[in-house]
């Protein structure tokens, strides 16, 4: 418990960073897919990567909000973005989203898989029965990394080292668990015995296992994987929340979506992030140290050959 403490800590009071987007090379030639960008910290990753000249896929279910996002990252950058529909809550559409993807580009140099739920009723699943926030957070983001991956690969043999990246984005809130109960991850009774904020914990969990591993199966083929703590960003991600809780929370807690992006981008795009493969990136440019059962090989492989199980024949 004192462990999971000390990472709210840090998130919440984080060390100063001299690290600013300014800092950002170039981006011109690459392509970027952030999932979840039309609204919050995805969002703002994705207007500074149109400054720095990037093509930015906006992958995400809903047309008519992606719309909305692009026109005002236009307005702010004078560059547009693409969107790619991409539900992460339904197996087929994902890989559908790949496929579009793949007709549309012939490299993906960073993929910051940023997109997530949280607190959601535990009335909701996803089309395939699973609890819908480790289905969001984790088993659709492994399915849509896992099927981007050869094109990944490809891009990485003819780039200079460190420079094709995922960043996933997790929580301090890992913490307070100490592995993941697979009985619980489809609906059923072991599901339902857990609060929805369990869920919520056990999904990022999850993404630092599940960053680690590709880190661990990729890095020597020129993949760098990183997790992420963003900090305790206000953003619509805690819509679920009370609202009395999140007023107060967002009054003395919470920071703002262009710092909340700091981390995030630090890990994709600095010069720094090439020497960051495996590393967990906290607030706000600091390699911190996740939860020591989320570095354990034993539960990397497991969860590993259980999401390969459920992705098999999709």
């Known amino acids: 418990m004192l462990s999971a403490i000390s990472h709210q800590v840090q998130g919440i009071w984080p060390k100063k960073t001299t690290f600013t987007v300014d800092q950002i090379p170039d981006m011109s030639g690459k392509v970027v897919i952030v999932t979840g960008a039309n609204r919050g910290i995805g969002k703002e990753i994705s207007k500074v990567l149109l400054e720095k000249n990037a093509k930015v896929y906006i992958a995400t279910r809903n047309i008519d909000k ?68 480790f289905g969001v957070n984790a088993l659709g983001h492994f399915l849509f990394t896992k099927r981007l991956l050869p094109l990944m690969l490809r891009t990485a043999s003819s780039s200079p080292p460190g420079t094709v990246r995922i960043v996933s984005l997790s929580s301090s809130l890992h913490a307070f668990r100490n592995g993941i109960n697979f009985d619980t991850l489809k ?26 591993e590709f880190a661990r199966r990729y890095g020597e083929h020129g993949i760098v994987s990183t997790s992420v703590h963003p900090g305790v960003i206000e953003t619509d991600l805690h819509s679920h929340i009370l ?11 919470f920071a703002n979506v262009e710092q909340g992006a700091l981390a995030p981008l ?14 967990y990136v906290i607030p706000w440019t600091t390699v911190g140290t996740a939860s020591k059962d989320t570095q354990e090989s034993a539960i990397g492989t497991k969860l590993w050959d259980w999401l390969e199980e459920q992705i098999q024949d999709i």
Not at 187 to 212: C, P
Not at 243 to 253: E, T
Not at 266 to 279: C, Q, R, T, V
């Open 243 to 253: 609202g009395v809780a999140r007023k107060i929370g967002g009054k003395l807690l």
């Open 66 to 133: 992606a719309k909305d996002a692009i026109e005002d990252l236009y307005r702010l950058t004078g560059r547009k973005a693409v969107f790619l529909k991409l539900d992460l809550a339904d197996l087929k559409v994902i890989t559908a989203a790949v496929q579009e993807f793949l007709s549309m580009e012939t490299r993906l140099d960073i993929l910051f898989n940023n997109a997530g739920v949280m607190a959601t009723p535990m009335t909701e699943t996803t089309v395939e029965g699973y609890d819908l926030q």
């Open 187 to 212: 609906d059923g009774r072991a599901r339902r015995k857990e609060n929805s904020m369990w869920h919520y914990t056990q999904s990022k969990f999850a993404i630092i296992v599940i960053a680690l």
């Open 266 to 279: 630090y890990a994709g795009a600095s010069e720094e992030g090439a020497k960051l493969n495996g590393k």
